[in-house]
C-alpha cells in the first residue's frame, strides 16, 4: 500500500475539521424554516402536554422550549468551532455566533409565518458567551492557559503555542 503525500492528508484534516461546523450550522438552517415556526411548535408542545399528562401552560412552555433552543443551540455551536476551524480563537467563534444568529433572523424576515426578532439575537449571544465560559471553565480544568490564547492574529488553521506561567 502506498503512502500518500504528506499535503493530501493536511488537506484531508482540514476538511475534515469543518464537517462538525457544517453540520451544525445545517441544522441552525433547517430549524429556521417554517416547519420549526411557533405556531408548529405550539402544536407539538400541546400534544406532548396532553399526552404526558401535564397541565401547564403550553404557551408558556412553547417560549421556553424555543428560548432554550437558542440559547444552547449557538451554546453548542461556539464549542464547535473553538474545537474545529476556529481552535484558539474564541472571540472570533463568538462574533462568528452573534452573525450566524443576526443572518437566522434576517432569513426568517423572508419566510412565511417566520418572524425576525432581535431579542433572539440577543438570547443566541448570550448562548455564544456561555459557550465561551465554558471553554475558558475547561481551559483551565484540563491545565491550558485559557487567557492568554485568547487573540485575533493567526490563520484560522493555526494552532497556539502553550504560554508558560512563571
Not at 462574533?95 to 417566520?114: K, N, P, W, Y
Not at 475547561?138 to 492557559?145: H, V, Y
Request: aromatic letters at 10%; charged letters at 15%.
Amino acid at each position: 500500500m502506498a503512502r500518500e503525500p504528506a499535503g493530501e492528508s493536511m488537506r484531508r484534516g482540514r476538511v475534515r475539521v469543518w464537517i462538525p461546523t457544517l453540520v451544525w450550522f445545517s441544522m441552525i438552517c433547517v430549524m429556521s424554516s417554517t416547519d420549526f415556526s411557533a405556531a408548529h411548535t405550539l402544536a407539538v408542545v400541546r400534544e406532548f402536554l396532553r399526552m404526558a399528562g401535564i397541565h401547564w401552560s403550553a404557551h408558556v412552555a412553547n417560549v421556553i422550549l424555543r428560548k432554550g433552543a437558542h440559547f444552547s443551540i449557538y451554546a453548542i455551536f461556539f464549542l464547535i468551532l473553538t474545537d474545529g476551524p476556529l481552535k484558539g480563537r474564541p472571540i472570533i467563534a463568538v462574533l462568528v455566533c452573534m452573525m450566524t444568529g443576526s443572518a437566522d433572523e434576517i432569513h426568517q424576515i423572508f419566510l412565511i409565518g417566520r418572524t425576525a426578532s432581535v431579542f433572539d439575537v440577543g438570547i443566541d449571544s448570550a448562548g455564544a458567551f456561555f459557550g465561551l465560559c465554558v471553554w475558558i471553565f475547561m481551559q483551565k480544568d484540563f491545565g491550558e492557559p485559557a487567557w492568554p490564547t485568547i487573540g485575533l492574529a493567526g490563520g484560522a488553521m493555526t494552532e497556539r503555542a502553550p504560554v508558560t506561567r512563571a
